[in-house]
T-cell receptor
Framework: EDKVVQSPLSLVVHEGDTVTLNCSYE??????LLWYKQEKKAPTFLFML????IEKKSGRLSSILDKKELFSILNITATQTGDSAVYLC??????????FGAGTILRVKS | DARVTQTPRHKVTEMGQEVTMRCQPI?????VFWYRQTMMQGLELLAY????????DSGMPKDRFSAEMPDATLATLKIQPSEPRDSAVYFC????????????????FGEGSRLTVL
C-alpha cells in the first residue's frame, strides 16, 4: 500500500529559527514529490521534485529529494510568523495519482 | 485570475439527506481531482478524471458516493444518503495533464466545501 509519512507532526519555533521538515515515501511507480503549504483554506503549491540531489529554492524555502533513500526535506530559514501553516508532502505516481502525508503543523512564535 | 471554484463553501445537513458539491476547474485544465480532508485521515483521494473520463475512484465509498463530469467546466460529487462520518472538507483540484497522459505537475486546489452531517 502506498504510504507517505511526514515528521514531525507538529513543531513550534521562534521567529528567525531554521526548520527542517521531513517526508518519507513508499509509492509504486513513483514519479515526483510535491510540497504544499496549507493555511486556513486550500493547499498552495511550493515545489515539485523529480530528480535526486537537485535543490529547489524559493526565497527562504528550499527542498531536496533523495530517490535512493525515498525521502525529501523542506527547509525554511529565518522563519517568520507568516510561515505558520500545515506543510503537506505528496508523492505522485505515474498515472497522476497523488498520495498525501498527514502534514506537519508549523507554528512560528514572534 | 484563474482559480478552481467550489460550491457550496459550507453545508450543514441531516443524516440521510443528499448532498451535491460542485467544482469548476481552471479553464483548459483536463484533469480534475476530488479529495476529502479530515483531522484523522488527512487528504484522501476520492476520485479523479482525465478529459472527463473517470480514471480512478477506488478511494470513494461506492454505495453512497458518485462523481461525474457532465462537461469540461463542471465536476460534481454527490453523497446519497449522507452520514455523520462524511463530515469533512471536500477539495476539488485541477491540473493540466500533458500529451502522453501521465504528467500532472502542479495541482491547483479550490477553497473546499466544508460539509457537516448531523
Amino acid at each position: 500500500e502506498d504510504k507517505v509519512v511526514q515528521s514531525p507532526l507538529s513543531l513550534v519555533v521562534h521567529e528567525g529559527d531554521t526548520v527542517t521538515l521531513n517526508c518519507s515515501y513508499e509509492v509504486t511507480n513513483f514519479r515526483s514529490l510535491l510540497w504544499y503549504k496549507q493555511e486556513k483554506k486550500a493547499p498552495t503549491f511550493l515545489f515539485m521534485l523529480t530528480s535526486s540531489g537537485i535543490e529547489k529554492k524559493s526565497g527562504r524555502l528550499s527542498s531536496i529529494l533523495d530517490k535512493k533513500e525515498l525521502f525529501s526535506i523542506l527547509n525554511i530559514t529565518a522563519t517568520q510568523t507568516g510561515d505558520s501553516a500545515v506543510y503537506l508532502c505528496a508523492a505522485e505516481r505515474y498515472g497522476n495519482k497523488l498520495v498525501f502525508g498527514a502534514g506537519t503543523i508549523l507554528r512560528v512564535k514572534s | 485570475d484563474a482559480r478552481v471554484t467550489q460550491t457550496p463553501r459550507h453545508k450543514v445537513t441531516e443524516m440521510g439527506q443528499e448532498v451535491t458539491m460542485r467544482c469548476q476547474p481552471i479553464l483548459g485544465h483536463n484533469t480534475v481531482f476530488w479529495y476529502r480532508q479530515t483531522m484523522m485521515q488527512g487528504l484522501e483521494l476520492l476520485a479523479y478524471f482525465r478529459n472527463r473520463a473517470p480514471l480512478d475512484d477506488s478511494g470513494m465509498p461506492k454505495d453512497r458516493f458518485s462523481a461525474e463530469m457532465p462537461d469540461a467546466t463542471l465536476a460534481t460529487l454527490k453523497i446519497q444518503p449522507s452520514e455523520p462520518r462524511d463530515s469533512a472538507v471536500y477539495f476539488c483540484a485541477s491540473a493540466l495533464g500533458l500529451a502522453g497522459g501521465d504528467r500532472t505537475g502542479e495541482l491547483f486546489f479550490g477553497e473546499g466545501s466544508r460539509l457537516t452531517v448531523l
